[in-house]
């Protein structure tokens, strides 16, 4: 067989390759459009100094490599895509966080708690940034400040309290109540 591809190339596979692809996809027109692309594909390969000794199986092979292609990317839309229902709106409401002003609201009280942060004593201040965001252990915070290990829960029931007081303020509860602390909030002293 001729290493080069022609038009006798494409007269004699042509229509069998797009009737492989019609059966494999079950859509004449992408069977159409594949069967470009595979002979497309296969030129390509060819322009850039390729050896092609058997064109017939390469065009199959290409083919079968884009009808995979062609069903991964099926399967993708198909998880992404959701057709409307009848009588169901075309524009659904997004999450309630991205309403406007529930977004202000938690930019709000992100900033609010930044600030209660910022207000704390220098020492508790690193003690709760060292534990809660840096993710140290009370010992190891210990340890890295040069503070026993009461002192840093000392410092972090502080910083505790003031980031809770700070966020019943921005929910709309008084400034002044306060509510036991829950286990969550000693998860890190182990």
Request: charge should be positive.
């Amino acid at each position: 067989m001729s290493t080069g591809l022609g038009w006798t190339v494409f007269d004699r596979y042509y229509r069998e390759l797009l009737n492989f692809l019609v059966r494999q996809v079950a859509d004449r027109a992408t069977a159409a459009d594949l069967t470009q692309e595979s002979y497309a594909r296969v030129y390509a390969a060819q322009a850039s100094g390729s050896s092609i000794q058997e064109p017939r199986a390469l065009l199959y092979r290409t083919a079968r490599n884009l009808v995979i292609d062609h069903q991964r990317h099926g399967a993708v839309r198909a998880g992404v895509e959701v057709a409307p229902k009848e009588n169901e709106p075309l524009e659904a409401a997004g999450p309630c966080d991205w309403e406007p002003e529930v977004a202000l609201s938690s930019h709000q009280g992100v900033l609010a708690m930044v600030a209660a942060i910022d207000k704390l004593p220098p020492r508790c201040r690193e003690a709760f940034m060292l534990n809660r965001f840096d993710g140290l252990g009370y010992a190891q915070v210990a340890a890295q400040m040069g503070i026993s290990v009461k002192m840093v829960e000392q410092h972090i029931k502080l910083a505790l309290d003031s980031c809770e007081r700070c966020r019943r303020a921005s929910a709309g509860g008084t400034v002044g109540e306060t509510t036991p602390r829950t286990k969550l909030h000693r998860s890190k002293h182990l």
